[in-house]
């Protein structure tokens, strides 16, 4: 069974940084995407930032570009276990949401799904608030 544990949330001031991790358990799948999503109150889930298999595909939303970074821990990308990564740069306080980890089985090591309804797999949330 996947399991997706998000940790590494908190409070933080406008222009501090925070990291959150994702730790990954039960992957079955030969290819698998995994991305970061974000919903704020009275706002619809959008998606943040994902990473292919391959880690040579990545995407970010106009939102977050240049102050975010997802990664991965590529030494365990071949085991049912991996840990992604999303490095949060001058947060700003419109950054305020819950934060989800999600996986999304692939036919292609290259493919990055943007629509949450190809994710599979998702985490419990983790809280991140950002002080003006």
């Known amino acids: 069974q996947v399991q997706l544990v998000e940790s590494g949330g908190g409070l933080v001031q406008a222009g501090g940084s925070l990291r959150l991790s994702c730790a990954a358990s039960?992957?079955?799948s030969r290819w698998y995407a995994e991305g970061w999503f974000r919903q704020a109150p009275g706002k619809e889930r959008?998606?943040?930032?994902?990473?292919?298999?391959?880690?040579?595909?990545?995407?970010?939303?106009?939102?977050v570009k240049g102050r975010f970074t997802i990664s991965r821990d590529d030494a365990s990308r071949d085991s049912a276990k991996n840990t992604v990564y999303l490095q949060m740069d001058s947060l700003k306080p419109e950054d305020t949401a819950v934060y989800f980890c999600?996986?999304?089985?692939?036919?292609?090591?290259?493919?990055?799904?943007?629509?949450?309804?190809?994710?599979?797999?998702w985490g419990q949330g983790t809280q991140v608030t950002v002080s003006s």
């Open positions: 999600a996986t999304a089985t692939s036919a292609d090591p290259l493919d990055v799904p943007v629509d949450g309804e190809n994710y599979d797999y």
């Open positions: 959008e998606i943040v930032a994902a990473i292919s298999w391959s880690s040579t595909t990545l995407y970010y939303a106009d939102s």
């Open positions: 039960g992957l079955t």
